[in-house]
């Protein structure tokens, strides 16, 4: 049964990639209002990350923002029939990227491209993987269901693409991206427990931060673009810019190894803020970005 529902499923978005661009980002609109009501728990999810990054915001500053941010999650999901399905030609007209793009995937040097999770994070993948002129790789969290599994690391394969790695093969699957000398697109903004992390301020709350940023550039001596991706309005498609890469990242010591993994994150940290806070609604709010706490402190959520 639940294979066949994942084919059903499968088979929607496929259907919905058909449709006319402006008329698929109307009914995301219009699914995320029909959700705002009916998935209680994510709502109060995204309602406490509001408050706790922004409080100084009115609660009624918090509910309209939240409420927008559900109608980008719903966007991006029925948008990836568009972004897995549709032909390069409507792709370059819906995905308009900007900034040293050709630097960042020229293969001169192991490169690492930062993407953070806003909800148009798929069409900056699927951007870059469509202009690059050799392969790419990227990571993926594995789906439960094996169909699902399977349709995802496809999809995301479709365009020059070398592998999907699995966050569950840790750093050293993406180290061997790197130092095989294949531009690697990682995602380390998400609260996946304290393995691998370090309480980094992000809106002034230690929050668990993966520290694989610093600790793949120093052992690949890669350079690092970040690369942030808006949802524009009035169905113009997606807005993805690619940063300059970050002089001094990470923190080195004499010996070539991280000095100051704190410091990087704490950086890293920042630079996100900066993007959320030109667009709140369209940051990842759903997740529980602060759900490992530090020791003896409690919940909160």
């Known amino acids: 049964m639940k294979a066949l529902l994942a084919r059903l499923s499968i088979a929607l978005i496929w259907l919905l990639h058909l449709l006319p ?21 994510r709502r109060r999810i995204t309602l406490r990350n509001l408050e706790l990054c922004f409080p100084e915001w009115s609660p009624a500053q918090r509910r309209r923002v939240a409420r927008q941010h559900f109608t980008y999650v719903a966007r991006a999901f029925l948008e990836r029939g568009v972004l897995w399905y549709a032909s390069p030609r409507r792709l370059r007209r819906l995905l308009h990227l900007h900034g040293p793009v050709a630097e960042a995937l020229d293969g001169s040097r192991n490169t690492l491209l930062l993407g953070f999770h806003f909800e148009g994070l798929d069409a900056g993948w699927t951007a870059l993987s469509l202009v690059a002129p050799r392969p790419v790789s990227g990571m993926y969290t594995p789906q439960k269901n094996p169909v699902l599994d399977a349709w995802v690391v496809a999809r995301r394969s479709r365009f020059h693409t070398a592998a999907i790695v699995s966050r569950h093969d840790g750093a050293a699957g993406m180290l061997r991206q790197l130092r095989a000398g294949v531009p690697f697109y990682t995602l380390p903004d998400m609260d996946f427990g304290r393995r691998s992390a370090r309480f980094i301020d992000f809106f002034g709350i230690p929050a668990a931060t993966l520290d694989v940023a610093p600790r793949l550039a120093a052992s690949a001596d890669a350079r690092v673009y970040p690369v942030v991706t808006r949802i524009l309005p009035a169905a113009r498609g997606y807005a993805i810019h690619v940063y300059p890469a ?13 000095a100051d993994i704190d410091a990087d994150l704490r950086r890293m940290n920042r630079f996100i803020e900066e993007q959320v806070r030109t667009m709140p609604a369209q940051y990842h709010w759903v997740h529980k970005r602060f759900k490992t706490r530090p020791e003896n402190q409690p919940s909160m959520y």
């Open 21 to 41: 661009y402006p008329l698929l980002a109307a009914l995301g609109v219009a699914v995320g209002w029909v959700l705002w009501p009916l998935a209680a728990s």
């Open 246 to 258: 970050w002089s001094d990242f990470p923190t080195l010591d004499a010996r070539g190894k991280p």
